[in-house]
């Protein structure tokens, strides 16, 4: 029973060493303030596409 605690232990550390950095990059972009910023690239983007014939 401990050595099933402590794997399960260890795959969730591991997990949350390997996911956070990820998570805490993404919430930093998405946030509310830098909303504005990413559309207005978005609509940059979209509009200065060359037209396909």
Do not use: C, D, T, Y
Request: proline residues 4%; hydrophobic residues 70%; aromatic residues 20%.
């Amino acid at each position: 029973m401990f050595v099933l605690f402590f794997l399960v232990s260890l795959i969730q550390f591991f997990i949350f060493w390997i996911i956070e950095p990820i998570v805490s990059s993404l919430e930093f972009v998405l946030e509310i303030r830098l909303l504005p910023i990413i559309f207005l690239i978005g609509f940059i983007l979209l509009f200065s596409a060359k037209n396909i014939k």
